[in-house]
């Protein structure tokens, strides 16, 4: 079907059920927040780490615990995942915090409601004995001291159930898939609250597929149906005429309708951004997802 122009193909968009904790970080200045968020949120895909790491949102002063801008950061993996893998990995990637100048962390909401993860007891051991248990803003957290100050860790993040999608975007050259990534994260960003995107701020990411046909006993490998230079190599290479680039955008929201609002939002952005050609979804067969958003049904 064409949507202003631009093709999108008549397929499901495999979605993946997640676990997600949701943190804010908090700091002197946004600027520091933001780029601690994006440090803490490296090495973040569950391609290549035992828990995905994405940032969801920046809030203002009036929103946060100590009333200093903060950056929602989302931890999630696949449900599939046990709750006991996903504590462990939660629990190591977060005791990076404390080397972070002037930063906090709070749980995204106050109520503990369902099921959370005791961060704190994990945690505290940063501070050597000299860490204080204390109630702060109806919050339980610890203050442990660092080098600028006291931080402040609460105690527990609560988990929540969430999904991802991915579109793949086909493009004249690598430029118009950033310039498009772009707009699109920053439009969801203002647009769609809940939903967090990988690799921020370009939001899009070099995809890949489930396990290998050359290398068949690794569980990632290129998507290579999607890398236009092997256009002459394989077989089931699908790529519309003046392709020169082709980018995956991966979405993760706490819920469907979530999913649904941002890809939408994405789609909209590509689809009138110069240089796209087509809009597509990753498909494996229900080897990433069984939950299915049929991508016409958005627009």
């Not at 569950?46 to 969801?56: K, L």
Request: charged content about 25%; glycine content about 8%.
């Amino acid at each position: 079907m064409k949507y202003k122009g631009i093709e999108i193909e008549e397929v499901n968009c495999e979605c993946t059920d997640l676990r997600i904790c949701r943190g804010v970080l908090t700091a002197l200045t946004e600027e520091i927040a933001l780029h601690e968020a994006r440090y803490l949120s490296g090495f973040g895909l569950i391609t290549a780490s035992p828990i995905q790491t994405c940032i969801e949102g920046i809030l203002p002063e009036s929103e946060t615990p100590d009333r200093r801008r903060g950056i929602i950061i989302q931890f999630n993996v696949p449900s599939a995942v046990s709750y006991e893998k996903f504590r462990e990995a939660l629990l190591k990637r977060l005791f990076i915090v404390p080397h972070l100048p002037t930063c906090s962390l709070f749980d995204v909401s106050s109520k503990k409601e369902g099921t959370f993860i005791n961060i704190g007891e994990y945690m505290r051991r940063w501070g050597d004995g000299f860490e204080v248990s204390e109630n702060y803003q109806g919050r339980d957290v610890y203050k442990i001291p660092i080098m600028t100050g006291d931080m402040l860790i609460e105690k527990t993040l609560s988990v929540y159930r969430g999904l991802d999608a991915a579109l793949e975007i086909f493009a004249q050259n690598a430029v118009s898939c950033i310039v498009a990534s772009q707009e699109a994260t920053c439009r969801i960003f203002h647009e769609v609250p809940g939903v967090a995107l990988f690799n921020y701020p370009i939001g899009g990411v070099s995809g890949a597929k489930v396990g290998g046909i050359n290398y068949s006993k690794e569980r990632v490998t290129i998507n290579h149906s999607f890398c236009p230079t092997l256009r002459n190599t394989v077989k089931d290479g699908n790529f519309p005429a003046g392709t020169e680039a082709v980018i995956e955008y991966p979405i993760v929201g706490l819920d469907e309708n979530s999913i649904k609002q941002a890809l939408k939002v994405a789609i909209d952005t590509f689809a009138t951004t110069p240089g796209i050609i087509k809009i597509t979804s990753p498909t494996f067969e229900g080897q990433w997802g069984e939950r299915k958003i049929y991508l016409p049904e958005i627009i």
